[in-house]
């Protein structure tokens, strides 16, 4: 069974960091780019930033670009957000999501697998 | 950037009914678009990918249609866990991936 479980959300004040983990199971890791969504409180979905497997090439949304950095450890089976300089827009559920495996099966671009999201606050 | 524009805001329907969902996109995004379903405090999950082919598991009512810059999410018989709130995504012109800004399906 394919399985995502992310950590690390809490409460940070403005100009705070963070680090949040997504832990993946039940599927081969290093053959699948993933991807960070959040959610702000009662608001619709951001994509906020896809790795590829090896890590070469990785994209961020503008909102977050030059203060999250996204990294995955393929050995831990592992995806990681760093945030830094947060605001009080960053304010949202972060969940990790796979992107499909293309062939008969969703493509790139298609979030076929979710995890159940880490909150992440921004408070003073 | 790709903007993605859902109608309508909140649909209303009883159990049973056939409910139409739009998704409009600011420029063509070709056949690259999916629907996700989401319930309260649940994840997204993916129902529909490339407009029209239907995820993994998901059940024959759900359907999708359309190209280009017009895309319709059809559920022909409404059952009770249908009602939620569903979100259409690009992924033609990326990054950013972009979503639409939901339609929240009711109960009547």
């Known amino acids: 069974e394919v399985q995502l479980v992310e950590s690390g959300g809490g409460l940070v004040k403005p100009g705070g960091s963070l680090r949040l983990s997504c832990a993946a199971s039940?599927?081969?890791?290093?053959?699948?780019?993933i991807n960070w969504v959040r959610q702000a409180p009662g608001k619709g979905l951001e994509w906020v930033s896809s790795i590829t497997t090896t890590s070469e090439y990785i994209y961020y949304a503008d909102s977050v670009k030059g203060r999250f950095t996204v990294s995955r450890d393929n050995a831990k089976n592992s995806l990681y957000l760093q945030m830094n300089s947060l605001r009080a827009e960053d304010t949202a559920v972060y969940y990790c999501?796979?992107?499909?495996?293309?062939?008969?099966?969703?493509?790139?671009?298609?979030?076929?697998?979710w995890g159940q999201g880490t909150l992440v606050t921004v408070s003073s | 950037e790709i903007v993605l524009t859902q109608s309508p805001g909140t649909l209303s329907l009883s159990p049973g009914e056939r409910a139409t969902l739009s998704c409009r996109a600011s420029q063509s995004v070709s056949s690259y678009l999916a629907w996700y379903q989401q319930k309260p405090g649940q994840a997204p999950r993916l129902l529909i990918y490339?407009?029209?082919n239907r995820a993994t598991g998901i059940p024959p009512r759900f359907s999708g249609s359309g190209s280009g810059t017009d895309f319709t999410l059809t559920i022909s018989s409404l059952e009770p866990e249908d009602f939620a709130v569903y979100y259409c995504q690009q992924r033609s012109n990326w990054p950013p991936y972009t979503f639409g800004q939901g339609t929240k399906l009711e109960i009547k």
């Open positions: 039940g599927f081969t890791f290093s053959n699948f780019i």
């Open positions: 490339d407009a029209s």
């Open positions: 999501a796979r992107d499909g495996p293309g062939g008969a099966a969703p493509g790139r671009g298609n979030f076929d697998y």
